[in-house]
């Protein structure tokens, strides 16, 4: 497990070099995993997981098509997020052993180990102080950086650049969270999938941080990444924070996809739990694809779909209340009504759902049977709660 985490990490930094520098690829190439843990499912729509692949591995990406992926490794395929791959030619620097040497499955001297005879050439993937990830042939190990090269002088590889990549301080400390509440995602962007949050006092380890601002960090063996704005080297620092937080900025910045500000709304201005955000994300995915202006053949609208005399509801109290019903912060603020006036059965089930998977399961099941009530609504309740659990639930529980 210690030597598990150390890849981990090590990928995970490299990601955050990476962050802003490397490309769109095509299809047809072979890519790096830096995710801890990579997600395979059976489907495109990703709803079907059938297993999970290592930080490190090199799979071969066959195809490609917005953030999913077409993946093979040793004859088997599957789909995976693209975001938690790395394309290998926008790393790999071909080096050769210029001394007899030792490779080790992880950087560390107590790891497995394997000797190389000098001539042997690879790819060099990255560099730390004195070690070096190589690979060669799908396999990806360590060793040292002083052995590579005809002088022993190897550069740190460079990404397809952008004017100035941005400069990464590999270092672990320990930080307080002194914002209101930090955000965690599962790359350095705020683009990226929302993994969490964690309150203001919240001690946690970062492990690396660059110039843009984003920090690497650990909890309780759980990766992600943050704003090193957000968080103090001073432990005895105040844990509450530095300014007041308005609760709405969120919704009107621009700074949040759909999934994750929706997101955020259930669990902030709702106050239900992450199981439950989960369970709602899940119909919603399938309600209109977080398309927040969709509008279905039968006359259903906006990301729950309502029809008749709830869309008429929806259009008239957004109306009257100052909202844009075409807007994502009308539609949810218009749910939340909806909720509490004329489903406070639905309601009162959810906020009693344990934060768990099996409630995330729970509660998308019932959201979908008693709020969505779609055709074949007992077979799609099972599909969403399965999907709940499986996606949405392994994204963002902390």
Not at 185 to 192: N, P, R
Not at 231 to 237: N, V
Request: aromatic letters at 10%.
């Amino acid at each position: 497990m210690r030597l598990h985490r150390k890849m981990r990490v090590w990928a995970a930094v490299l990601a955050l070099i990476l962050a802003w520098a490397v490309p769109a690829q095509a299809a047809g190439y072979r890519a790096i995993v830096t995710a801890g843990s990579m997600r395979v499912y059976a489907d495109a729509g990703c709803a079907w997981a059938i297993g999970t692949l290592p930080v490190t591995t090199v799979v071969t990406v066959e195809a490609q098509s917005g953030g999913t992926a077409l993946i093979s490794l040793g004859g088997a395929r599957g789909y995976a997020s693209a975001s938690d791959m790395v394309a290998l030619d926008d790393l790999a620097q071909p080096v050769t052993f210029n001394t007899d040497s030792r490779i080790y499955r992880a950087p560390d001297l107590s790891s497995e180990w394997m000797a190389i005879p000098a001539g042997f050439s690879c790819n060099l993937l990255a560099t730390n102080g004195s070690w070096a990830m190589v690979e060669n042939a799908g396999i990806v190990a360590y060793t040292n950086r002083d052995h590579l090269g005809g002088r022993g002088e190897v550069q740190q590889p460079q990404t397809p650049a952008q004017d100035s990549a941005p400069q990464v301080v590999v270092e672990t400390f320990e930080a307080r969270v002194t914002a209101q509440m930090m955000f965690i995602f599962e790359s350095a962007s705020a683009t990226a999938p929302l993994i969490g949050g964690l309150p203001a006092g919240q001690v946690v380890n970062v492990h690396a941080y660059n110039s843009e601002g984003w920090a690497l960090i650990e909890l309780s063996g759980h990766y992600g990444f943050a704003r090193i704005s957000d968080m103090t080297r001073d432990l005895d620092a105040p844990s509450e924070p530095s300014a007041p937080e308005q609760p709405d900025d969120y919704l009107t910045s621009g700074e949040y996809s759909v999934e994750q500000t929706i997101f955020l709304f259930l669990t902030r201005e709702m106050d239900l739990n992450t199981a439950v955000a989960c369970g709602i994300l899940a119909n919603v995915e399938r309600e209109c694809s977080f398309k927040v202006t969709n509008q279905s053949n039968d006359g259903g609208y906006g990301i729950c779909q309502w029809t008749g005399v709830r869309n008429t509801r929806l259009k008239n109290w957004c109306r009257d209340n100052g909202y844009d019903h075409s807007t994502l912060e009308g539609q949810l603020w218009y749910l939340k009504y909806e909720l509490e006036n004329h489903h406070p059965k639905t309601l009162r089930y959810l906020r009693g759902v344990e934060n768990s998977a099996d409630g995330a399961y729970d509660a998308a099941y019932y959201f979908c049977y008693n709020f969505e009530i779609p055709a074949k609504r007992a077979t799609r309740s099972v599909e969403r709660g399965n999907i709940a659990r499986d996606k949405y639930w392994e994204r963002y529980a902390v």
